[in-house]
């Protein structure tokens, strides 16, 4: 990891509420762009073009709504990925612009690239359970993909590149041991069925206590998808440093909210529970349900990357993006059959774990906040009446037999 990406961000430069960001900060630029410009000022987005790669997915059409209602210019570029569309016609949010086609397709990239200043990279194919043995795809879309739009942005500059990496980078989350030291390197047994705890233990057989993970921890790649996720922020990264272009990777956790896909068993927990509790019955839950992770509304994934393209001293940081709480996968399980109105479909608890999974993991977001003043406005058990009542909206096809057999099949669940 680059020296600029492990700094901890111990002085606080300025401190802002979100949307009132009106501060002026000179940075180098490439010279496309005459070396120096001032970013951030509400009018310095108007009529400005983002290339949003991935815009017509989950996260994308969030962030394409916000560039938009922030005055820019939003370009779209998208392969409509069957699994996550099935429809195959993704409504298109009106003042964006579309490009329907593969991000591996250089001629595309150059031409979605003519004009924009910003890019936010979130093509990719999104899934760790599928990419423990669909490998092809995973790297030639998220890496192979990567490496195309990177290749088209040399001999087109843009002002800043912010890329959505994923808090599956870290593999196991942090944990402290009983004398409140840290552990940054943990990792539990292959074959955790069967053991006397899920969690990773310590020496004498006692589990470790999970801690908020930030930054610093290094980075211990569990599945094919996590590598993926960490070879498009590297390239990223390599190249934002290389060309002059300041470049952001967020490392997204569990991101939640309206317009998930709930065709797509292999992403969102959230989704995948919606499904199930939708078509009656009881959420699937692998190992004890006691893992825990982070949960963030997707509007404030939205937002946060809107942030990370403005800010100065975002570039060259990796960035988490989390809601700073943890819950555990039961709690999110109830939580959620209580909001759609189905409380008696209590969580089936599997016993069983996923090849590739880790059991904790939730984000320190004080860098996310230092840098970007960015603050969660949108907690799990305060914002599930909306996501309800946009999954009511939709035809439900529970699909999770069908990945919990895929993954059987092939010896990935333990
Ligand atoms: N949803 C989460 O919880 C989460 C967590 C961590 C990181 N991320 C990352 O955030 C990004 C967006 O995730 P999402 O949840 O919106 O996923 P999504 O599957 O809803 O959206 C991804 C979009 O990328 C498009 N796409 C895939 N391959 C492409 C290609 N080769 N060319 C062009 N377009 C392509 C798909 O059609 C889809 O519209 C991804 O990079 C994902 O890895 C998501």
Known sequence: ???????????????????????????????????????NDKENSVGKIVLVTGGFGFIGRHLVADLLRHGYQVRVLDNVVEQVHPTGEPERI?????????????????????????????????????SMYEIARYVGA???????????????????IVVASSMSVYGE???????????????????????????????????????????????????????????QERAVMIFGQAYGVPAIALRLFNVFGAGQALSNPYTGVLANFASRLANGERPLVFEDGKQRRDFVHVEDVARAFRLALEVPSAAGQVINIGSGRSYSITQVAELLAAAMGVP???????????????????????????????????????????????????????????????????????
């Open 1 to 39: 990891m680059f020296p600029a990406a492990r700094q901890r961000c111990s002085c606080i430069c300025f401190f802002f509420f979100e949307d009132m960001i009106s501060f002026n900060r000179n940075i180098s630029l490439p010279p496309r762009f005459g070396g120096r410009m001032v970013l």
């Open 94 to 130: 009106r003042g964006a612009e579309y490009i329907i086609g593969d991000i591996r397709d250089p001629s595309l990239c150059r031409h979605a690239l003519e004009g924009a200043e910003h890019v936010a990279h979130l093509a990719a194919e999104v899934g760790v359970g599928q």
């Open 142 to 160: 998220n890496e192979l993909g990567t490496a195309v739009l990177l290749e088209a942005l040399i001999d087109r500059p843009v002002r800043s």
């Open 173 to 231: 989350g942090l944990y402290r041991d009983r004398d409140g030291r840290l552990h940054n390197a943990i990792r539990r047994r292959v074959d955790v069925s069967g053991a006397d705890s899920w969690d990773p233990v310590d020496d004498a057989g006692l589990p470790f206590e999970p801690a908020p993970t930030d930054e610093e921890k290094p980075v211990d790649l569990a599945s094919i998808y996590a590598l993926t996720k960490f070879a």
């Open 344 to 414: 008696e479909l209590r969580p089936e608890i599997l016993g069983k774990a996923r090849r590739g999974d880790i059991r904790h993991c939730f984000a320190s977001i004080e860098r996310a906040q230092d840098l970007l003043g960015f603050r969660p406005k949108h907690l799990l058990e305060t914002s599930l009446d909306p996501f309800v009542e946009w999954v009511k909206g939709q035809t439900v096809i529970d699909r999770s037999a069908q990945m919990r057999s895929e993954l059987e099949q092939r010896g990935l669940v333990a």
